[in-house]
């Protein structure tokens, strides 16, 4: 290891020990490489980082389907899809909770976001489970934990970033979500059946046939917009952007139209809301690849390759020490961090072992997302505990056999890899 290596790491180190944000530490790293490492290259400083930093960020889909997110959220689309999710579980024993998990996969369609979803819909959710007579911790934990499937079903935002480290097809990246997402929406119910009969919590609303038919017509514009992305992208009517685009176009048009619950101040806000989030995703997208430039050109990932080959004689053993060691990263830190900065590591391997870049990109998503509701730093554990004023210890309790499951679905998906690639081979057969 040189000076220059060390001193990228170092500062980067330091900056997340002083909580800098993600985008402007893995600028400022770069730019203390090329202080160490190159002087003699700062006059062509600005060049590299300008060069690199704009090449990072090609994609338009994620800012598309930020939008719709946004536009959805702002509609007040929520409250006709819990209504009509309801009508479909509310009978059953625990029906509220198996409806924040349903309506977590349906909600997962749109916005792609865990962090949306659990800020969108959760508050909504813990309310009416609190009181229903659900314990507060455990709202709180299966809000967090349903959250898990929006960046797992498509759209996905981090999938989508994927694709732009990996050069995977970000439809097929979609395509091989689908039934992980649903599987673990099934497991999260399995639990909450089981859960909701030994504390004897409550069924949900009961609805009549014409109250649940109501339901159901009130909702379906909004629904339409999950149907209408995936036929837009797998029907082969167009591009994930192209299909991000035709669906914000559609959830303005019923947010207008058909709710009337958008008016201009709305979209006003809902495109400033857009912009800042879009700029941060830009930064964050640019800075990381500035970071895998200066990581490529000092050889690391070859380093790297070279080291894990030694102690991993093949790809099963391989994946087993990437899923330990991305589970224990996200104990620590952030997706964003794991993404941006660890998975341009091991990419290399994945390659150099075989492994379908496709399959290992959910693979990676299910395991980041893991991370979001895994103590001490799981930032859905704070989201959920401040929505429901609940002490985040309780929350940790309540959901530490979710995150059991999760991770055995994470290790079924590892080793069972037609799970995930039985419908992008179809897709690709078609």
């Given at each position: ?66 939008f ?68 507060a911790?455990?709202?709180?934990a ?8 929006g ?14 480290l ?36 409550p ?14 017509l ?78 490529a ?25 990437v ?12 997706v ?69 499951i ?10 069972c ?14």
């Open positions: 290891m040189n000076w220059g290596v060390f001193v990228l790491f170092a500062v980067l180190a330091v900056c997340f020990i002083i909580r800098m944000p993600i985008s402007f530490s893995m600028l400022v790293a770069p730019i203390a490489y090329f202080l160490v490492a190159n002087p003699n290259r700062l006059n062509s400083l600005y060049t590299v980082i300008t060069g690199n930093m704009i090449a990072g960020f090609t994609m338009l889909a994620a800012p598309l389907f930020v719709m997110a946004n536009v959805l959220n702002e509609s007040e689309i929520t409250d006709k899809m819990f209504n009509f999710c309801n009508g479909l579980l509310g009978r059953m024993k625990g029906g509220t909770a198996q409806v924040n998990v349903l309506i977590s996969l349906i909600f997962s369609g749109m916005t792609g976001s865990a962090i949306a979803d659990a800020s969108g819909i959760g508050l909504m959710e813990i309310q009416q489970m609190k009181k229903e007579g659900y314990d911790e455990f709202s709180c299966i809000t967090a934990a349903s959250a898990t499937i960046p797992i079903f498509p759209p996905s935002i981090p999938m989508v970033i994927y694709g732009m990996s050069g995977a097809s970000v439809g097929k990246l979609f395509m091989g979500g689908m039934v992980p997402g649903v599987l673990l929406a099934i497991l999260l119910m399995i639990y909450v059946f089981f859960i909701s009969h030994k504390r004897n919590y069924s949900g609303v009961i609805m009549t046939l014409a109250q649940f038919l109501r339901a159901t009130i909702a379906l514009p909004a629904l339409l917009t999950v149907i209408l992305l995936l036929w837009g992208i797998y029907g082969g009517v167009c591009t994930p952007t192209e299909a991000g685009a035709l669906a914000s176009a559609y959830a303005l048009l019923i947010g207008f139209l058909v709710y009337r619950s958008l008016g201009w101040e709305k979209l006003k806000i809902i495109l400033v809301k857009t912009a800042a989030n879009t700029a941060t995703l830009a930064l964050l997208c640019g800075s990381a690849y500035l970071f895998s430039y200066v990581v050109l000092e050889k690391i990932p070859a380093t790297v390759a070279s080291f894990v080959t030694g102690i991993c004689p093949n790809k099963y053993i391989f994946l087993l020490v899923n330990i060691v991305f589970l224990l990263l996200g104990c620590v830190l952030d964003s961090t794991i993404q941006l900065v660890f998975v341009p590591m091991v990419l290399p391997l994945v390659k150099a072992f075989g492994i379908d870049l496709v399959h290992f990109g959910v693979v990676i998503c299910l395991n980041m997302m893991i991370g979001l509701s895994t103590p001490p730093f799981g930032m859905l554990l704070f989201i959920v505990s401040g929505l429901g004023k609940t002490k985040i210890a309780g929350v940790i309790r309540e959901i530490l056999p979710m995150v059991i999760m991770i055995a679905l994470l290790f079924l998906c590892t080793y890899e037609p799970i995930v690639m039985f419908l992008p081979n179809l897709m690709h057969g078609a």
